[in-house]
């Protein structure tokens, strides 16, 4: 276990230096759900010796279970002695004002809320936790709507002051690693960037493709990035 950990992270530290993820002696905003990934994220960081502070938006969107996560991020950062800014949006609300969809909506207050903090805070960066398997979905998803050689691109390393450190690693080597508490919201569901269609074929087709995907050379996931 104790070389799979340290394998894990190696992987994740070569892959911030080597892509200058982030900068010599920077600090990094962590965007924490309380999902398993941003929370995998946030330890990481953290013990890699990263000056790391966190950031948590409650949406209101999923009553008890958002004040469960809430209280989950306190505890975490509290225990790894890490700074939190929590940020409180009545979504749907804004989503009505804005004429956009839920999802659409809340990663849109998210990241301008994620931008106001670096603008504020003395962080370079904001990492959020999107690993190897969400970037493969991207594309497949891309494809499957039609999108032509564009869509062949998947999820960079870094867009302007983002940063997604985890697209080397795949969400099976992230969970084998974590602690049994954190691997707990194996399904994140107030990770958002990834829009799934609420249509049951589209899902079939996605996670059929997924399965078709990952029996590739890893040079091919690696060409994503």
Known sequence: MCNLVSDVFERVHTFIQENGLIPEGGAVLVGVSGGADSVFLLRALSDMGYTVKAAHCNFHLRDEESIRDEAFVHHLCESLHVELSVKYFDTRQQAA????????????????????????????????????DDNVETLLMNLLRGSGIQGLKGMLPRRGRVIRPLLCISKEEMLAVSTPDDAKSAIDPAEIDLVIAPCASFDESLSSCSNILYSFDKGFIKSLQ
Do not use: M, P, Q
Request: hydrophobic share 40%; net charge negative.
């Open 97 to 132: 004002l804005l004429g956009l969809g839920i999802e659409e909506t809340a990663r849109k207050l998210r990241y301008e809320w994620f931008e106001e903090l670096l603008n504020h805070d003395g962080c370079s960066v904001v990492a959020v936790g999107h690993h190897r």
